[in-house]
């Protein structure tokens, strides 16, 4: 991916899972990378792991729902490299938990998290990357185009990471900024299955599987970052994974009653 050489990336989210994935697959393909997340000790340990590979990598101790954090993390970026041609909004967190016993203040921490974080980040680096005509990439999830049981405040808080990402790309095509929203579905991790004990306690089973027991594999996250950064290189609009989930959308968008016979035939109970 020569395309990448030298241009300026920072993941935020980077230091673990999908984010760390692509700010290695970023680096090893030439860019320089900035790693923004909130655990300074994973954060170090992400960095050091990507400079022995003698990949030009920087660290930033970043909290993406808090202004000041944002517009340092551009700051530093802009201090070390002078320009920004790529962000990936990564960081996020998944839910579990029914919709009407899940809390107001967890809607408010999720949205902060998965949604406000992802505009106060593209704010903050949008001068830069319409200045360099680069692109931007938000991270959703299945959840950010159709809503599986049990997943408590991760749809509500992942559809609008959609409705902004074509607003945006809408927007922002006329000044040469390429906008990528990324929706895959269960990554596979190795807490599969484990990741969510507490929160799914008394709920089925289902509910503490990847994908809250949606009916698919696990995506390898090198295929994952290797479709993503494919996609954004070609100016796409859209990225989903497994790609046939397209056809639960399109009939959720022609008949929600179909839709939602589809989604439970897919779903474990």
Known sequence: MAYWTDKVAIVTGGSAGLGRVLAESLAEAGARVVLAARNPE???????????????????????TEDADVAALIERTIVEFGRIDLLIN??????RGLAAETSVERFQELLELN?????????????HLIRSRGHLVNIGSLAAKTATRFLGAS????????AYSQQLRSELKPQGVSVLLACPGPIARDDAGQRYDQQA?????????????VKLKGIPPARLAATILQACQRRKAEVVMPGKARLLFAVAQISPA?????LNRFTKS
């Not at 990564?90 to 839910?95: E, N, T």
């Not at 749809?155 to 959609?162: E, I, L």
């Not at 179909?258 to 589809?262: E, S, Y």
């Open 115 to 127: 949604f406000l974080a992802t505009v106060r980040c593209c704010r903050a680096a949008l001068p």
């Open 90 to 95: 990564c960081a996020g967190c998944s839910d």
């Open 42 to 64: 994973r954060l170090d340990r992400a960095v050091a792991a990507i400079a022995e590979q003698g990949w030009t990598v920087v660290g930033v101790p970043t909290d993406v």
């Open 201 to 213: 306690a008394n709920l089925p089973d289902a509910a503490n599987q990847p994908g809250a027991g």
């Open 155 to 162: 749809p509500a808080s992942k559809f609008p990471v959609a």
């Open 258 to 262: 179909a839709g939602d016979w589809l």
